[in-house]
């Protein structure tokens, strides 16, 4: 048996503010930090020693990652970052407030980028190159499948060798990526998985056996 411990950064500026976030590369608010302490609290006292920590190339969920380690008493550990665990880019919504998108292009539209496996947000009409991604590195937007095809090579190759070898493995990561992640280990299909949320700064513990089948999930 293996332990697999899956969160969410805490609240972020784009999160308090209500708008979307994607790629762009946002704080934690003072109450994202509070979130972090206590989920590092929590996951003290379950007294779990990991081997490596996993967060992505964005702050908000690195800042996170951190603030879980000195909970934890284990910042010295190994935390690998990888593009591939940022968040779904959400292509020319980003920067836009919710709500101001719900009157522009009705409710049901905006949830269906939010939630749905397939949609794809309207693009960006061309990628921002950022010095942290190799050039045309940057999508223009994704659906939550396009993001799950960049994510599961890093699960694949990076996160499940560690825990066939017995290595306790945290994951510091994003709504949107931990939904396509939860969708590929729980088999959830791509009209159920709308329904999925993951809020900010709860962990998710999963105890997993040799071959990475779930004996348990639980909500920290
Ligand atoms: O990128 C964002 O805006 C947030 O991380 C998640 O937002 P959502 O709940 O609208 O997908």
Redesign the pocket.
């Known amino acids: 048996m293996v332990d697999l411990y899956i969160m969410r950064h805490g609240q ?1 500026t ?2 308090r503010d209500n ?4 790629w762009s590369d946002v704080a934690l608010t003072e109450q994202g930090i509070a979130q972090a302490k206590i989920a590092g609290q929590k996951l003290a006292q379950a007294n779990v020693q990991f081997t490596q920590v996993h967060t992505s190339y964005l702050r908000r969920a690195i800042q996170t990652a951190n603030i879980v380690l000195e909970q934890i008493d284990q910042l010295y550990l190994p935390m690998r970052k990888s593009w591939r665990l940022n ?2 880019h ?1 292509g020319a919504l ?1 920067g836009m407030n ?1 709500d101001t998108a719900k009157e522009q292009f009705g409710a049901w539209q905006v949830q269906q980028w ?2 749905s496996y397939v949609a794809v947000p309207p693009l960006l009409s061309r990628p921002e190159p950022k010095r942290q991604y190799p050039l045309g590195l940057e999508p223009r937007g994704e659906s939550l499948e396009m993001a799950s095809v960049r994510l599961l090579p890093y699960w694949q190759d990076v996160i499940a060798p560690g825990l066939r070898q017995g290595q306790n493995q945290l994951i510091v990561a ?3 990526t931990l939904r396509a992640l939860i969708k590929y280990l729980e088999q959830i299909d791509d009209a159920d998985i709308m329904q999925v949320e993951v809020d900010n700064g709860s962990p998710i513990h999963y105890q997993l056996d040799q071959q990475l089948h779930i004996i348990k999930k639980e909500f920290i």
């Open positions: 972020s784009a999160n708008i979307f976030t994607g968040e779904r959400y980003r919710k939010r939630r994003h709504g949107s």
